[in-house]
Structure formats: structure tokens, C-alpha cells
């Protein structure tokens, strides 16, 4: 009989998050494949739990895949488990879980701590739909353009991003989606946690934010917000340039009505157009 792959969340942060099935389950398994082994060496060694680790990463993962359902088939139970959080959301396993499915291999997921979830929990935003998006294009051009694609979602939006990259990527949201609320997480569950709310041009990033992935969370259009020819106003020079067009009115009487429209006030809307011009 072929034994299991066992597919388990472990701690975003705090170690106190891991469930007593998941303990249970790292204890009773041949072997545990991870993200990092030195990571998961110390979760294991905070409870006590002596089993075997091998590696199991973006860079290895196509051949140990093969290699770590070879082992299930004989019989022995194998765990998967990344730095933090669930396997596969935004990290490696697709390959070893596709390949034991394939194989007629029970994978058993063993639920537990998501950094999406916890943040879209404590955020603000709402939570009946949202979208998870992962990582965006790490080169400019590329990430306004998955942004742009993304303008029509009426979801509250979920981001991970990379502290080095998250100044850009908030100007570039506030670029493709409009001047919406947003939320940044960051050290989720640890000592220093932060929530850092407000519109996407007067979003602060804190400072300390040189480590880990942060969460990044935009929400939906808003009911009311500005609105042009029936459509959301996804820029302010844009549309300042259309209502100039179409209805002949000067620059100020223009920025004047989307202002009100956009339902900010005409010093906002000006510094927004200002940027804008400059990115032309």
C-alpha cells in the first residue's frame, strides 16, 4: 500500500500557531519535505519532534518531486511544509502534489495558518469576495500592466509584495485603480505587527520594513466614487483631459468636477494630476 502525502501549514510567524493535528501529524510521518530545512529544523525542534528533512524548493522541486512520491509508493508518508504558512499558496508543491494525484497517491491537507487570510481578516476591507493575486511582475512595465488587467475586479484585492518593491507597486495601484482604500500587513503575528489603512495616495509605508513579505490589501471601487461617461475615473489626468474635449470646459472647471465626482477635495485631485502629468 502506498503511504500519504500530508500537506501541512505551519506558523506565519508565531510558532504558538500550529494546530495539535498538524503536531500530531509531523510526528507520525517518515519524512518532511520543506522550503528550507534549517527553517523547519527549528519549528521542529521548538516541539520536540525528531524526524528526517530533505529539501524541497523552487530549484529542486521537478526532480525531488518524482523522487519523494517514489519514496510513497513503497509505503512511507511524506510531509510537505514551507517556511510559513500553506504549501503551494504563493510557494513550492504543485509538482508533488500533481504527480501523487497522478499516481493515485492520498493527499490530505492538514489546514492552518494563511498570511492572506489573517490579513484580510483584521483589515477593514470587505471580505464577502476578494481575489488573491500573489506576487505581481517585479519589473514595471509588467506590473501596471497585470494592475490594469486587474482595474475591473470588484473584489477587495490581495497582494504579497517585497518591502523593496511596495512603494512602487502602491503608486502603480493607485495608477491602474483609482484613488481606493488599501491596507498594508506586515510581521503578521509577530511581535511587531502592523496595519497601516488609508487611500492608496496618502498610504505611509512603515518604516522598519526592510524584512519579510508584506501583505498588501486594496479594496473594491467604492458606491459613488468618481465616475465618467458611466465608468470608474482610473485617472485623474485622463479624465480632466476628457471632460476638456467633450464638454469645453477650462482646466480648473474640469479638475473642479471630477474632484467633486471622485468625492475628494480639489487640492488631492490636483496633486494627483500633477503626478500623473510627471509620469507622462
Do not use: W
Request: proline share 5%.
Amino acid at each position: 500500500m502506498p503511504g500519504v502525502l500530508y500537506i501541512i501549514a505551519t506558523p506565519i510567524g508565531n510558532l504558538e500557531d500550529i494546530t495539535v493535528r498538524a503536531l500530531r501529524v509531523l510526528k507520525e510521518v517518515d519524512l518532511n519535505a520543506c522550503e528550507d530545512t534549517r527553517h523547519t529544523r527549528k519549528l521542529l525542534a521548538r516541539y520536540q519532534i525528531s524526524k528526517p528533512t530533505v529539501s524541497y524548493h523552487e530549484h529542486n522541486e521537478h526532480g525531488r518531486a518524482a523522487e519523494l512520491v517514489d519514496k510513497i509508493t513503497t509505503g512511507l508518508s511524506v510531509a510537505l511544509v514551507s517556511d510559513a504558512g500553506t504549501p503551494l499558496i504563493s510557494d513550492p508543491g504543485l509538482h508533488i502534489v500533481s504527480e501523487a494525484i497522478k499516481r493515485q497517491i492520498p493527499v490530505v491537507p492538514v489546514p492552518g495558518p494563511s498570511a492572506l487570510i489573517t490579513a484580510l481578516a483584521a483589515s477593514g476591507l470587505p471580505t464577502a469576495e476578494f481575489a488573491f493575486i500573489g506576487f505581481l511582475p517585479s519589473r514595471g512595465a509588467a506590473r501596471r500592466a497585470r494592475l490594469k488587467e486587474l482595474a475591473d475586479v470588484k473584489s477587495t484585492l490581495i497582494f504579497y509584495e517585497a518591502p523593496h518593491r511596495i512603494k512602487a507597486t502602491i503608486e502603480d495601484a493607485r495608477q491602474a485603480l483609482g484613488n481606493r482604500e488599501c491596507v498594508i500587513a506586515r510581521e503578521l503575528t509577530k511581535l511587531h505587527e502592523e496595519f497601516v489603512r488609508g487611500r492608496l495616495s496618502e498610504i505611509v509605508v512603515p518604516e522598519g520594513s526592510a524584512r519579510g513579505e508584506i501583505v498588501l490589501l486594496v479594496g473594491p471601487p467604492l458606491e459613488g466614487s468618481a465616475k465618467g461617461a458611466g465608468r470608474e475615473i482610473r485617472s485623474i489626468l485622463e479624465e480632466v483631459k476628457r471632460l476638456m474635449k467633450a464638454e469645453g470646459l477650462d482646466q480648473k472647471s474640469a479638475l473642479k468636477r471630477v474632484a467633486r465626482e471622485g468625492g475628494i477635495n480639489k487640492r488631492e485631485a490636483y496633486k494627483l494630476m500633477i503626478s500623473e502629468r510627471v509620469k507622462e
